[in-house]
């Protein structure tokens, strides 16, 4: 079935005097992952007709079913929600907004049942009590275990969405433009239906923005291709601040070799817990070279420091090592099937068995710190937007402790769908004026991306360049002259190359369906603005604070401030909020 079919039963139509198609829905949520999704659950709940539009198939596709098992909520004996709120501003270091903190460990338990109502599986002790995981920064154990990791919590999610006949999931579209309408806020948000590969609009009266990270824009990472961060520059473009974008959360153990691995990942919270795998991180020299489980930021110092000074393995990483566990075969056995038995079975059916073969492992971006600034009620500083999950900012500061991301995505999801439709609410009816406007002005922008250029050159190349250029100048380690010379770089990819892409087939101007070349033309354009918002942020940062490390300025600030930036004022410092408890 098409897509313009499937548009039809959901109520498609056209624009007044124009064959430009559209949709309408009150809330309009851009992103099908896991706080998208619990975004359009609680809003539809509230009686609004919402529209979720997803780049991927829905529940296949984006950051969320990539996501590991931990879910962060008190459960534990002794635990408190006091502690979890502590670990978490601590963990953060002290950059994370406490009023947003507060909302997060409040909630989260009660966000871990709304997840077992939809059909989420965790993994529960014989007496039907919740078996948690101790994770580094965890004063107790709180890491609840989803069965199927974040694909089995997706899959709950959309499950339950489906039930309400409120909702409807457009998938294979990518937003490029958010139209606003007369007091600031969105009307309708542009798409590339890439069924088609045309564009259309979805009238609203407010908008979620989902959209997971842009950890894209770095050379190695672990999250889907799909997280380039166009979300963020939507919401930029919209009027709304931005966040510590400089704040990238690197993961240390990423499997760099056998090379067929590449890129899964291997839990060190596990790894070298004696609790559960009592395995070793080893140098090349086969050392160990840290003492306790540190947290994630530490770590990946430690990792990248081995690396760095020549003590890293053949391959440039260093060994993750099973074999010399105090575990008995059967004991180590047991414990990564209860563990990480999506890792232990993919290895063998790859022919390499943890109990008796080492992996090499390096740090690779992970999470996005950084996002779309909003406050305890999902909201961004412009009108009728709000943003939840990874896609927002200033929670997790300058380090995520384990296990907050999942449990972020269903507290502030549900706040989002909440707010947004308490907006659309207020918003008597939908405003068409610019729509047309705006679709044919990303017409006329595939029209030129798809004529032949004697010189012209491909999304990916540039895209491979803009991301050398972010791996190699704001990564792991940064400092003002890197910094200033990825600026300087992506100032030439934005003058030079962006205004030559070209997507095949160059000559053709024959709109097509599923034309991949156009969206990540589309794609790589969002993402060269947003890495020099990125790099912006970084210089701006004169201090070493979590994942941020500044080679030329080691210490940490006494006070901690984010560094914002929008297109109204620029960058900018702010405090970061306080809470008495």
Known sequence: MVLSNTLNKCGFEKLDRSNYSILKADVLIIGGGGAGMRAAIEAASRGCEVIVANKGPAGRSGTTPMAMEAYQAV??????????????VEGGRFLGDQNLIEAL???????????????VRFKKKPDGSYDPMQHPGQTFPRALFIQGGGFGMLMGLVNESRKNPRIR???????????????????AGIFLDLK????????CKAVVIATGGY???????????TACGDGLLLAYEAGAELVDLEMLQFYPTIVIHPSYLKGTLFQYELII?????????????????????????????????????GRGTEHGGVHIDLTGTAKSRQELTAA???????????????????RESLVEAAPHGHYCMGGVAVDENAATTAPGLFAAGEAAGNLHGANRVSGNALAETQVFGAIAGKSAAEFAGGRRSFEKAGAAAAIEEIREANRKLRTAKTQGVRPFQVRDRLRETMWKTCGIEREAKGLREGMRDLHNIQGDLIPSLTVYPGEDETIRSYPQELQDAWEVKMMAELANLVLSSALAREE?????????????????RHVFVSRKEGLRFGKVKKVLR
């Open 105 to 119: 460990v409040t909630r989260a338990r009660e966000g871990a049942r709304d997840l077992e109502s939809f059909g």
């Open 196 to 203: 088609d590969g045309a564009p259309k609009a979805l009238l």
């Open 215 to 225: 950890e894209e824009l770095w050379a190695h990472s672990d999250a889907a291709s």
């Open 336 to 354: 990564l099937e209860k563990w990480q038995p999506n890792q232990f079975h993919y290895l063998q059916s790859m022919g390499v068995d943890l």
């Open 169 to 187: 999931v457009l998938s294979d579209v990518v937003a490029v433009k958010l139209v606003q309408g007369r007091d600031g806020a969105p009307t």
């Open 544 to 560: 070493s604070r979590g994942n941020h490390n500044r080679l030329d300025f080691p210490e940490t600030e006494k006070d901690p």
């Open 273 to 309: 817990h004696p609790d559960y795998l009592g395995g070793r991180l080893l140098n090349g020299l086969g050392k160990t070279f840290f003492e306790g489980i540190p947290l994630r930021d530490a770590i990946t110092r430690s990792v990248w420091g081995e690396i760095k000074s």
């Open 75 to 88: 459960c534990f004996p002794g635990d408190t929600e006091e502690l979890h709120f502590r670990d978490t």
